[in-house]
């Protein structure tokens, strides 16, 4: 039976990375029904010429400032089609194969909205460092820790409109709010063990850094959902992961 899958992926970028190349070509090799937004607001060149040299055909590409990393991937995801969505960082890519499991996966489960799987971590030579600890079955833990991997979540748009997609209002807890919202709103999620991708772990990435803003995000979110004392515990727990990486990188 063919399948009535497909796929819309938005690639925001705010500065280069050595694995944007990478990044593409990830999603050039998955062999399904793809679009893919790329949202570039570097001001590098260096993303342009990745760009022309990879072998995506991109649905829509933009190369300009825009108000953040949300607001480029929701920009992305109504820029394209595609029944399922998803969005990739340029410091990231997909393992072989990955959306081909993950269509396997909505064909046989027809009643599920998202699916879910593992990433591994890789350093900055693309080494494996270790495999993202943290992922669990869906349960009301979603709302006091993040426990969703977000280059491995995919999200049928039905279910995505129906909370009128992403929040552009927020730079670092996002994805999480996404997850929080989907699930509330009685989204049926299924996890597998299967790895849909690699993260690269560094000091210069978005989670690597402990900032006010992002720990204020995390709380203010957690607060909402599950309460002040769970913001608290969530919120140093989160810091206190994020030193302890940073030290053990170093």
Same mark, same amino acid.
């Given at each position: 039976?063919?399948?009535?899958?497909?796929?819309?992926?938005?690639?925001?970028?705010?500065?280069?990375?050595?694995?944007?190349?990478?990044?593409?070509?990830?999603?050039?090799?998955?062999?399904?029904?793809?679009?893919?937004?790329?949202?570039?607001?570097?001001?590098?060149?260096?993303?342009?010429?990745?760009?022309?040299?990879?072998?995506?055909?991109?649905?829509?590409?933009?190369?300009?400032?825009?108000?953040?990393?949300?607001?480029?991937?929701?920009?992305?995801?109504?820029?394209?089609?595609?029944?399922?969505?998803?969005?990739?960082?340029?410091?990231?890519?997909?393992?072989?194969?990955?959306?081909?499991?993950?269509?396997?996966?909505?064909?046989?489960?027809?009643?599920?909205?998202?699916?879910?799987?593992?990433?591994?971590?890789?350093?900055?030579? &693309?080494?494996?460092?270790?495999?993202?600890?943290?992922?669990?079955?869906?349960?009301?833990?979603?709302?006091?820790?993040?426990?969703?991997?977000?280059?491995?979540?995919?999200?049928?748009?039905?279910?995505?409109?129906?909370?009128?997609?992403?929040?552009?209002?927020?730079?670092?807890?996002?994805?999480?709010?996404?997850?929080?919202?989907?699930?509330?709103?009685?989204?049926?999620?299924?996890?597998?063990?299967?790895?849909?991708?690699?993260?690269?772990? &560094?000091?210069?990435?978005?989670? &690597?850094?402990?900032?006010?803003?992002?720990?204020?995000?995390?709380?203010?979110?957690?607060?909402?959902?599950?309460?002040?004392?769970?913001?608290?515990?969530?919120?140093?727990?989160?810091?206190?992961?994020?030193?302890?990486?940073?030290?053990?990188?170093?």
């Amino acid at each position: 039976m063919t399948s009535t899958i497909t796929f819309a992926a938005a690639v925001p970028i705010g500065a280069w990375h050595a694995f944007i190349p990478h990044a593409f070509e990830s999603l050039a090799n998955q062999g399904v029904e793809l679009d893919v937004a790329l949202l570039d607001a570097s001001g590098d060149p260096r993303v342009v010429e990745a760009a022309e040299k990879c072998p995506l055909d991109f649905a829509y590409r933009r190369h300009g400032p825009d108000q953040g990393q949300s607001d480029a991937i929701d920009e992305g995801w109504r820029k394209t089609h595609g029944s399922v969505v998803f969005w990739l960082n340029g410091d990231d890519r997909l393992t072989p194969g990955a959306l081909k499991r993950v269509r396997d996966l909505f064909d046989c489960n027809p009643d599920i909205d998202v699916v879910y799987g593992q990433s591994d971590f890789i350093d900055g030579q &693309g080494r494996r460092i270790g495999q993202h600890d943290q992922t669990e079955e869906i349960s009301d833990l979603l709302l006091r820790s993040n426990i969703i991997s977000q280059p491995s979540c995919f999200v049928r748009r039905t279910a995505l409109d129906s909370i009128e997609g992403v929040n552009k209002s927020l730079h670092y807890v996002m994805d999480w709010d996404l997850w929080i919202r989907l699930y509330r709103n009685g989204a049926r999620f299924l996890h597998t063990d299967q790895t849909y991708s690699e993260v690269y772990i &560094g000091n210069d990435t978005k989670t &690597g850094a402990v900032s006010p803003d992002r720990l204020t995000e995390v709380f203010n979110l957690v607060r909402r959902h599950a309460g002040y004392w769970p913001a608290l515990k969530s919120t140093v727990a989160l810091a206190a992961h994020t030193l302890q990486s940073r030290r053990q990188q170093a």
